[in-house]
């Protein structure tokens, strides 16, 4: 029976830090040997550093785990799941690169940097390929891989199949996301109750760029970006977990609602087909009651590894519209680096 | 001192009904003659008949009054507001204007009749017209005029003045409607506490269709509809009153976020230049804060009677895009009804 | 390999019906063998009948199934589980006991029936012996049997080791109710959201004279009320489901807090010691956060079959004070008649 | 026409603070000289200070107002409105008053010194005398008086008429309050939603004596605390502005719900008599409907300065329970200290 890799969690006090160590406290191919966070927390039990907010077993059994402090213990675990906060990972994330770890970061960071992997594995698991160039270029032993904003991750999932199937020439999306999105405490309840704030800061550029190198095409040496022109429009809703996207899409040859629904509901990319642990089964739920899916009732489903599609209907500007919805700090955050994470395994980047 | 003109409240028990009431005890142009509703609460007084659910004076001050049948008793005022539902609208609403009352109508029953104004007096005050056509074609003394759909209207307050300044080619439009758009009870706290739910009934193809209607050109015998292409995709959120939309435009010329925001600025129709007593100051109210217009904040200004824009800014896909609010039961309903009253009232109808 | 017991559950579109389904789909001692309904329900496919409300499978399994007339099929099964409304209860749970099923119901409607037992199998699993007077009684070779009001039975699973180690006088007690007490649709999102209602229908008296009967003495021929004060204050607020109570009792000899503690973490009664297969473990789940129990984060937990007492402090009043949480729609409905069908079967009521 | 009184606002970018400039903008007696907040602010203008986060005008006309820093600039104004922080207060507010100004101060700081008046003007006006004596004491030519916690004020608007009717003996008291009382951004949205958090810290502790104080007896030299027991059990829930509150009281000579709410109906204290500006014509409103008063649809009334009672009826334990609710930011906070500001004007405390 072979030894499970030992991981390192950063940022582990917040509300994705917990996610993941909830995700890894009982994982197949990982185990939790560090448990890091700023130095604040360094130094006292896991629960006694911070609030554990999920469901379920508190602190996922790792309670008495003495916190280390993220920013000068590197004590060494090959795999590191970073849940800091964007100007943090600008230096932790390279120096535990630079020490050999293979980090799979939620930060936006390094997305955009040209030899980053930006990975959805269900979405473009080849651009893996770009680590070897990282590596090379940035004379690390280890590594630096991203997954992408949330609101980005559940959109190419939708879109991945449709631009294989088709090609996607325009995207509108219009996003209602979860107080979740926004860490803890994050928005304030005077802000959110009763209230849609047509605003998120950074959002928008995020996911008008971050589609068009996730659906880009890995050609040895770089990733050159799909030419789909996306327009997002991000508002924050009272709702706890998942966000709820409106998408209206030009595709190439103009496909009937019919035929796009045929091609989402018979994709079964990578993931699927290895059985990556944090996979689901079918990665996107096709929904035929017309008031679905709904964000409160539908997006825990499959853990939120899945993404929702409901409403495939002609748009008279685009040529197809439909309702999609996934959870922002599973699949779009924690489980979406655990799965990468996991295609890495499977790839060979740990033998 | 001129006499104050009668009216007639239809379907006065409900949210918008109240709405009615409300705003029509201090008018300066009418007053109240009767409150009428089904035959359950005819006979009762009006604060026997229904739970008052607006805040100031309950009532408006008419809570002794006693409720008539709307079904049954045509006790002959010139102005009847009707809040009558679909169905019962159909029958009503054709006896009251044969009876010869201008029949100031919420109701879509018949807003897509060739022959019956679709009305929002800062779009299209012309429109008016057609009820001399009416009248020949059916025979009455009195007429019906409708206003939009709440959605529609909203978006038509903002697609107006851009229609006229450059000329709209395609809307894309997706809205986070509030609770009491349903009416009462309307959506049940189990369906919309922490949810969104992506779908209303009737209301994507309504918004489609009643935009070409209303920025379409009254040519003295019809209204040729305006050659635009409307895409809707409607939401309902935990708001409790206010529609928020999310608004992307093709307009001709390509204009910039500036000469857009200049255009909306200037922005002063009939019924501000006329000084109707319902109509806002300022029809649309521009936001410069990034995080702005927010529902819960903005809505109520101007006692719901202005629009709301902000967020102008660059679409990649259709050119401009912006944040848009507006107050579904008041200018979306009973405040848009009375609007088209009063502006029946200064061109005439009632002399 | 024992057979397993038919039931039927009657109301099984409703909120709690649908919960009755979901509890025995897969139970050990029970399997659905009538899915009942209204005559407007009945002849249809479960899936036809109603809108899943629940979260896991949908219909759990059984959206097939056809849908039976409550109030003209008795399809005999030994088991009832009904989720009737009250009025429908009346005429429609006698005639299921006539038939000679055992009625486990959690309308209101036979509570308080001297001969009757009102049953939470923790607090007085003794009171089952009523069964044999009621059909003595009534001529039935069936029986009714009832569990309480969903606040008043989280009420005495907290009051009940309480009672039992040192006495209690009198009890003042604050609900804070979920929206699904009300049933579906029940309250209006419109009357909710953002708001706190001072007022529930019927709840106070409920509480305060059924607590009395569940913790009465069961005699052999008749239920001894127990000399307790109970004064409830009922409120409905913006939470899903769970009900959080804030209770403070006066019991003989003045315990401290921590002999108050100790008592409610060492109980241990009936259900847990038989190995009931729907009661929780531990009974009363006992919170050291000084901010908890909280109902959205807490109520789940053992599938809302435990209840959860926090902050247990001095009170200046009445002695003690504390928090209170449990779920209404399982433990204080579906769930707890189970519970006490399972009781029922340990006890040989099916032999 | 006699002059306005200068005024400096103490803390003005915060919820209260904001609250404070609103009234304050056009008070009769009062008009601000100062807008002060911390070091941070200092120097900017008001309106790029903090973010506006009431309706109505922004910033109540002062946006390009210069905030000075309340911690050095001390610009002499005879009355300083104080919405410190607690820690804050320590050291400022004394400053304030050996400066000479008299401090209407909503911290919690100096509520309890013996020789600092804890002040509701209808309640007991006559405490204001304490501040002879506490000049003396500390050599002040200035002053500190305070206004209790938002959670008491609203209980002993209630319990004073009744008090000094009956007398009061116990007091129950089970609160569900709104997020504003935790200021900006106080509670997480993730914390709220949804939920119902059954503390809040210091709050039980300070209803429980600051009520004492509050209808204590003031004898020329002292205040004699109140012989009443008091209990309070406090909670958090999704509610935007508005404390409800459940009350059980012990009266003397156990009068009739009847009495109670005759004495309640006929109370006119000493700032209705007086015509204090900010008093509301009547105290208390008494609701007749049996699910009111409801904190979303009634709290706004009286510019948030009236509090309301309903469902007045026997309580088995403690003979008398109603609903409570009043406006925690208005009357429990600026709107309090305003009028414990007009009331010392009319006292003469400024001749």
């Known amino acids: 029976m072979s030894k499970k890799i030992q991981v390192t969690v950063l940022g582990a006090t917040g509300v994705v830090g917990q996610r993941f160590v909830r995700r890894l406290a009982e994982h197949p191919f990982f185990e939790i040997a560090h448990i890091a966070a700023s130095g604040r927390s360094a130094g006292k039990r896991y629960q006694d550093a911070c609030e554990w907010r999920l469901d379920g077993e508190p602190y996922a059994g790792f309670g008495e785990h003495v916190v280390t402090d993220s920013g000068v213990d590197f004590s060494f675990a090959p795999v590191?799941?970073?849940?800091?906060?964007?100007?943090?990972?600008?230096?932790?994330?390279?120096?535990?690169?630079?020490?050999?770890?293979?980090?799979?970061?939620?930060?936006?960071?390094?997305?955009?940097?040209?030899?980053?992997?930006?990975?959805?594995?269900?979405?473009?698991?080849?651009?893996?390929?770009?680590?070897?160039?990282?590596?090379?270029?940035?004379?690390?032993?280890?590594?630096?891989?991203?997954?992408?904003?949330?609101?980005?991750?559940?959109?190419?999932?939708?879109?991945?199949?449709?631009?294989?199937?088709?090609?996607?020439?325009?995207?509108?999306?219009?996003?209602?996301?979860?107080?979740?999105?926004?860490?803890?405490?994050?928005?304030?309840?005077?802000?959110?109750?009763?209230n849609v704030i047509p605003f998120i800061k950074g959002e928008e550029p995020k996911v008008e760029v971050e589609t068009a190198k996730l659906l880009g095409r890995f050609q040895g040496r770089q990733v050159q970006d799909a030419p789909i022109v996306v327009s997002a429009m991000c508002h924050r809703v009272p709702v706890l977990d998942g966000h709820s996207e409106a998408v209206s899409v030009k595709l190439k040859g103009n496909p009937s609602p019919e035929q796009v629904r045929d091609v989402l509901a018979a994709w079964r990319p990578e993931p699927q087909r290895l059985g990556l642990p944090s996979a689901p089964v079918v990665p996107i739920r096709l929904h035929e009651a017309e008031n679905r899916p709904q964000v409160r009732r539908d997006v825990e489903l499959d853990a939120g590894m899945s993404v929702h599609v409901g409403r495939i209907r002609r748009c008279p500007v685009l040529g197809i519209k439909f309702s999609l919805l996934g959870h922002n700090t599973e699949r779009g955050a924690a489980g979406g680096s655990v799965l990468n994470a996991e295609l890495a395994k499977l790839k060979g980047y740990f033998d």
């Open 80 to 194: 590191v799941f970073s849940a800091l906060d964007t100007d943090v990972a600008k230096d932790l994330e390279p120096a535990y690169a630079e020490a050999g770890a293979l980090v799979f970061s939620n930060a936006s960071t390094f997305r955009m940097d040209a030899d980053v992997p930006l990975l959805v594995p269900e979405v473009n698991p080849e651009h893996l390929g770009l680590l070897a160039l990282q590596r090379k270029q940035r004379g690390w032993s280890g590594g630096i891989l991203t997954n992408p904003n949330c609101t980005t991750t559940v959109l190419v999932m939708a879109l991945a199949p449709l631009h294989e199937a088709f090609g996607v020439e325009t995207v509108l999306m219009t996003s209602m996301q979860a107080a979740s999105g926004a860490g803890y405490p994050g928005v304030s309840s005077l802000d959110l109750m009763g």
